[in-house]
């Protein structure tokens, strides 16, 4: 499969079908949960295998390695190689691979075969399982969650079985017209079929561009606004998101010609050209922290009065209460004045992720304006966001501040900004964004100038 784009298109739902798409995404958490207490005994089974000991033992030396020519020697031992074969016969034999875990999916839905659809299961439940354990086999993932109550967020189909795209006359379409009205289908064995209309604003000429491609895969979505569920459909497409344009027939981002040199930190971006040398604040002004403390301290003041028996004495909340000789995990009761705090603390971080995005677009498109060929820093976000180690030392020789800009970091969402540009760049037929590594110390603020001229001039 080529490029795809995603479009997400509203769903005219009535109060009926909320509730019975409410039982639905539940059903799917549910199974969801249980598949995942089973994989989780196995992975546990398959880590105490002496010959899967033995073996990751014998790859994690390689990348424990720091010296490259070592590492290459281990790499092509043949104590490496038998290793590396020994791992994948044993997530063989013990069932991870993407193609088990849909198979096993199936089985958990058997008690739910009346109201889930096979193909809905396997690519809601089985394949995201699956790019959990991956991550966790041989990325940077720690382990696989279970999803809490009210939690699950979408359930997906290929269009053609479960959720499909209906028009007038009730036949399945993976093409759809712009002129037509058409339908979101959820439909099982038993149970109520949701038909639920598409709302297209017939102004929108990008969603009714993007809207007549082909479509690979149909999702329904969830967000809560103001404290209830609204839903929508998301429809993967063929292509590059389509080009919008002005009334009057002009494009309405243009793309310049040339490099532009970005330095970009937790702050600011600094971008060279050959023209000028600017730096943009990308500070997000959160006018609302003082009414996100207020809610947070009267949740807090409502969880301890409800929940005395989870504090200590000196305040701070238990690790546990022991019965019957086993710790067991605290039982929290909410107050419905606490859920009302929470669901409008949950409403003004929606707010503030979009507005967020909303952002990072106008930034993204700001820049892009000036050139197409974007040179940055890859600055390391990650490592900024975390606590420094009390011996590390700035370039100068002076000991660095212990601080972590991680609060700084999730506001401005400067990598967001990047990831953007980097999109938009390919979805118009450019290259993307190349990243330069700069050895600089990244708290001088007063050498922004010159590193973004660097990166203009490499």
Not at 255 to 264: F, T
Not at 266 to 285: C, G, H, M, P
């Amino acid at each position: 499969m080529g490029a795809v784009s995603v479009i997400t298109i509203p769903l005219k739902t009535e109060k009926w079908q909320e509730d019975v798409l409410f039982k639905r995404f539940e059903t799917y958490r549910s199974i969801y949960n249980a598949m995942l207490g089973g994989c989780l005994k196995t992975y546990r089974k398959m880590l105490r295998d002496e010959r899967y000991i033995q073996s990751i033992e014998v790859i994690h030396s390689a990348y424990k390695e720091s010296d490259e020519k070592k590492k290459k020697e281990i790499k092509k031992s043949d104590e490496y190689k038998e290793a590396t074969t020994t791992q994948k016969d044993l997530l063989k034999e013990y069932g991870f691979s993407e193609f088990a875990f849909v198979s096993l999916s199936l089985k958990y839905a058997k008690h739910f075969s009346n109201v889930t659809s096979t193909n809905v299961v396997g690519l809601s439940v089985g394949k995201p399982m699956w790019s959990g354990f991956n991550k966790m086999l041989f990325g940077n993932g720690k382990i696989v969650h279970f999803k809490k109550y009210n939690t699950w967020s979408s359930i997906v189909s290929n269009g053609k079985s479960g959720i499909r795209i209906i028009g007038s006359d009730g036949k399945t379409t993976m093409e759809m017209d712009s002129k037509e009205q058409y339908f979101c289908l959820l439909s099982t064995k038993a149970g109520k079929k949701l038909k639920m209309p598409l709302k297209v604003c017939k102004k929108d000429l990008f969603m009714l561009e993007m809207m007549e491609r082909k479509i690979h895969q149909v999702r329904i979505v969830r967000e809560k606004v103001n404290g209830r569920f609204k839903y929508c459909v998301q429809l993967t497409v063929e292509g590059e998101p389509a080009i919008k344009y002005k009334t009057d027939g002009s494009r309405l981002h243009d793309i310049g010609e040339g490099r532009v040199g970005l330095y970009i930190d937790t702050k600011y971006v600094v971008v060279t050209t050959a023209e000028e040398t600017k730096a943009l604040d990308i500070s997000f002004q959160n006018d609302v922290s003082e009414e996100i403390s207020k809610l947070q301290n009267l949740m807090e003041n409502s969880r301890r009065a409800m929940n005395p028996g989870n504090y200590n004495e000196d305040g701070t909340i238990k690790k546990g209460i022991f019965k019957d000789g086993q710790r067991r995990p605290l039982h929290w009761v909410n107050s419905n004045t606490y859920m009302k705090y929470k669901a409008r603390l949950s409403d003004i971080h929606r707010k503030q992720a979009k507005q967020r995005k909303i952002r990072a677009n106008i930034i993204a498109n700001e820049i892009l304006s000036l050139g197409n060929d974007i040179v940055v820093n890859d600055y390391p976000f990650q490592a900024a966001a975390m606590r420094k180690k009390e011996d590390e030392l700035k370039a100068n020789g002076t000991p660095a501040s212990k601080a972590k800009a991680g609060k700084r970091i999730g506001e401005n969402a400067p990598a967001m900004i990047v990831s953007i540009i980097d999109q938009k760049l390919k979805s118009n037929g450019y290259d993307g964004v190349t990243k330069k590594k700069l050895k600089v110390d990244h708290s001088i603020t007063e050498y922004r100038k010159f590193y973004s001229s660097e990166l203009y001039r490499a």
